[in-house]
């Protein structure tokens, strides 16, 4: 299929000067994740399809004071590129993205400092070598309403693109602006209806950023926006998922013709069945953003070996445990998101789609009790009986002898079969 032109624009723009000739992609799929597991899972599969890795740090995993990973900007490209080197992954299809970068971590200090800082983390994100970078100054800080009004938005975006433009070197960034952002990691309650965001809206964040833009005189980086953030009616909360229903987003998806050069960028999209992913691309939704449903499908693996290591060994399962623990010492991550009687949000902590269980994979507890499990299973072969019991999603795979029935190959499986979908949404047509 041919692509519509101001898709093959925006695509173009984003995976940088190698696409210039060949077939184009009719999408890409956005990891926002800092698992290594998932990266590694990610950059495999893309290796093997011969697409490009998109890969998103987020401003709360990763920023100029580290990030609940630790990880500054550069420590993060250095990771992936470590991750990449060791599989044999090309570098020059391997495209790094900050989302989410504005004031949000720092939401509770006043504008001016919370900006300050925000500023700084652009900085460091566009002086390692990022990409792409979403622009993101929706909330509101301290003493300030929670959404803030479209101009104010824009004018922090724009204030923000103008240090991206000063440290960035021959290769400037791309960017994605939007004033219709989903709150980072899904929604923390039971989502019965969304609004679709209206073509007026859509066309409105595009003149008021062009209009900031201008007026803060970076109108150069308006010309590299490739994409606007909108709800096209996909979310999932602590035990939901909205559905994409392509005849809601119909409208909106007509108004791209009126936007040449952009795409949408869907948010949230985890948990969307492949007809959904695959609609939303074909509407002009050509960046899908995935995180927490990688985590979560590594995390029911996780969970599985768990399972069968108690199995083979006849001792209790030690890893759900361990995080439970983690999870009460630490509660910062989860206590405002999941709400409920003590057993409801203790089902959360665990099995929530929103899966902030995944904040504490890298805490020093997790880590050893993961490292205890896969030294307990080590290179044992799992007998398929119990693959089918415990890890059913993937017992077709390991009985037809696609996946070998041993812990780490089944860890990254999980997140693999996770990924099937968005791979498939946005191959070439």
């Known amino acids: ?136 100054c929706s909330m509101g800080c301290a003493g300030e309403p929670q959404a803030l009004p479209d101009e104010v938005t824009a004018a922090r975006a724009a204030r923000l693109a103008a240090v991206a433009e000063e440290v960035a070197g021959g290769t400037p960034p791309v960017y994605i602006i939007g004033t219709e952002v989903p709150p ?67 409208a909106l998806s007509a108004a791209l013709a009126e ?40 995390r029911e693996a996780l969970y599985g070996l768990d399972a069968i290591a108690a199995e083979l060994d006849g001792r209790p399962r030690t890893l759900e445990p361990a995080m439970e623990a983690l999870m009460l010492d630490k509660p910062q991550h989860w206590a405002s998101h999941y709400p409920g009687t003590p057993a409801e949000q203790r089902l959360q902590r665990h099995f929530s789609y929103s899966d902030r269980i995944r904040y504490y994979w890298p805490e020093p507890q997790a880590a050893t009790a993961v490292e205890a499990l896969m030294a307990q299973l080590a290179d044992r072969e799992i007998p398929e009986t119990l693959v089918s019991q415990y890890l059913g999603r993937l017992y077709p795979a390991v009985a037809a002898g696609r996946v070998a029935a041993r812990a780490r190959p089944l860890c990254l499986a999980a997140i693999d079969a996770a990924l099937d979908p968005y791979l498939e949404a946005t191959a070439p047509r």
């Open 1 to 136: 299929m041919n692509l519509p032109h101001g898709r093959a624009t925006a695509l173009r723009r984003l995976l940088g000067p190698g696409s210039g000739t060949g077939e184009l992609p009719a999408g890409i799929t956005s990891i926002c994740s800092a698992h290594p597991l998932v990266i590694e899972a990610a950059l495999g599969r893309t290796r093997k399809e011969g697409a490009y890795a998109l890969i998103e740090a987020t401003c709360n995993q990763v920023n100029q004071e580290g990030g609940y990973t630790g990880m500054r900007p550069a420590d993060f490209r250095r990771f992936v590129e470590g991750i990449a080197d060791s599989i044999g992954f090309p570098a020059d299809r391997l495209i790094l993205g900050g989302d989410h970068l504005g004031p949000n971590p720092w939401k509770a200090l006043p504008a001016e400092a919370a900006m300050q800082r925000a500023e700084a983390m652009v900085a460091a994100y566009v002086a390692a070598g990022f990409r792409k970078i979403h622009l993101d």
């Open 184 to 250: 980072p990691g899904g929604a923390t309650h039971a989502i019965a209806e969304l609004a679709v965001t209206t073509p007026e809206a859509a066309q409105r964040t595009l003149e008021v950023h062009r209009l900031a833009f201008a007026q803060a005189g970076v109108e150069a980086a308006l010309e590299r926006v490739i994409g606007i953030v909108v709800q096209p009616g996909v979310e999932f909360g602590n035990a939901n998922v909205v559905t994409y229903r392509p005849e809601r987003a119909r």
């Open 259 to 298: 936007m040449p050069g952009l795409v949408f960028e869907a948010h949230s999209t985890d948990y969307q069945p492949a007809v959904a992913l695959a609609a939303l691309v074909e509407d002009g939704f050509a960046i899908l953003k995935v995180g927490p449903g990688l985590t979560f499908a590594l």
